[in-house]
């Protein structure tokens, strides 16, 4: 029998959702499939050609990942069955990854290491660049990570051309593929690894403690897989969040009479996100997420569910799963 074991994540292969994905479902026997942007995990997993999804949904620096919030809130309709399943919280440590002015084409192309690589004496203060970077002429990176370093650029990297990539793995395979050696990526120390790049500059994000949280997502209703964990198997409600999108009548009050909602039933909010609702310019949507497990009848999910139902617009189920923090 053909078992789905396919778990999608946004790569290529070294980026931080790729560990994320890794933390969460490498002791299970799960596959990993690299996907190049995170509409493209979306798809996998609605398509079911992987059993679940890692993606990206915040950072603590930099705040939301638009790109999911958008895709979760679907309103093309696009996604009707996936839900969120579970959370991962994974430290982020960039790096500034290239080629030393120092090194001479042969020894990039022979892919020898120099000494600032591997020799722990050569960090100097917390994300000061090792070498000179004086010769770096164009930067690649995904936005989210831009936000998070904006000291370091500021200050070692002002006035070089930023370059948008789809991942920080991506950005770290672009600056390998550049034989002239003057462009470089802020990216993992995993994605210097996997692309063979020189570390010019180690911790270069603005916190210590930045972090981004992963969604685990899977197809509402689907069928318990043999890989996977039970995801709602231990702990009270309150260990656990849910969340929904929903968008609002156009009338004074109608969002405060959604909010009431939460309050009349005890329901403690964690978080407000707002999106233009692409229905019509200055429409939002709001994507909501609350401490809570919905039971599968009555509970008091359900009943809020029930009661928004009568004062939104448009009200769509995201999900439930166990909080890691
Ligand atoms: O590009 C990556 O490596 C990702 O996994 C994406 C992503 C994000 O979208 O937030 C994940 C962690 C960092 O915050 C920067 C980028």
Redesign the pocket.
């Known amino acids: 029998m053909n078992i789905p074991n396919k778990v999608a994540y ?1 790569g290529p292969v070294g ?3 790729h560990q994320a994905a890794l933390n969460a479902y490498e002791e299970e026997g799960f596959q990993f499939e690299p996907q190049v942007e995170i509409k493209s995990v979306f798809d996998a997993v609605q398509n079911d050609i992987a059993i679940r999804g890692v993606v ?1 949904v915040e ?1 603590s620096t ?1 705040g939301a ?1 638009m790109a999911t919030l958008d895709l979760l809130a679907d309103i093309q309709g696009r996604y009707p069955d996936i839900v969120v399943c579970g959370e991962v919280y994974f430290d ?1 440590r960039h790096c500034l990854l290239g080629r030393s002015a120092t090194r001479t084409e042969s020894e990039w192309t022979s892919g020898r290491s120099p000494q600032t690589v591997n020799d722990p004496n050569a960090a100097g203060p917390k994300g000061t660049p090792r070498v000179s970077i004086k010769h770096i002429k164009r930067l690649y990176s ?1 936005p ?2 831009w936000g ?1 370093c904006t000291l370091f650029l500021d200050t070692f990297l002002t006035g070089v051309e930023r370059v948008d990539t789809t ?3 991506r950005a770290a395979e672009l600056t390998a593929s550049d034989s002239t050696g003057t462009s470089a990526a802020i990216s ?1 120390l995993s994605a210097a690894h996997v692309h063979g790049l020189e570390i010019l500059a180690e911790g270069i994000q603005e916190k210590n403690d930045n972090k ?1 949280r992963f969604f685990l997502i899977k197809k509402q209703n689907a069928q318990p897989s043999p890989f996977a964990r039970p995801e709602q198997s231990h702990g009270t409600k309150d260990d656990y969040k849910s969340l929904v999108a929903l968008t609002v009548r156009d009338r004074p009050g109608s969002l405060v009479e959604a909010l009431a909602v939460f309050r009349d039933h005890d329901i403690n909010l964690t978080s407000i996100q707002t999106r233009p609702s692409g229905t019509a310019p200055w429409n939002y949507t709001f994507v909501i997420e609350f401490v809570g497990l919905r039971a599968v009848q009555g509970g008091s999910v359900n009943r809020a569910l029930a009661d928004l139902g009568d004062v939104v617009e448009h009200v769509k189920w995201l999900g439930c799963w166990h909080k890691e923090s």
């Open positions: 946004l980026t931080y959702t990206p950072n930099n990942v982020v995904h989210q990570a998070q991942s920080t793995s993992s981004t």
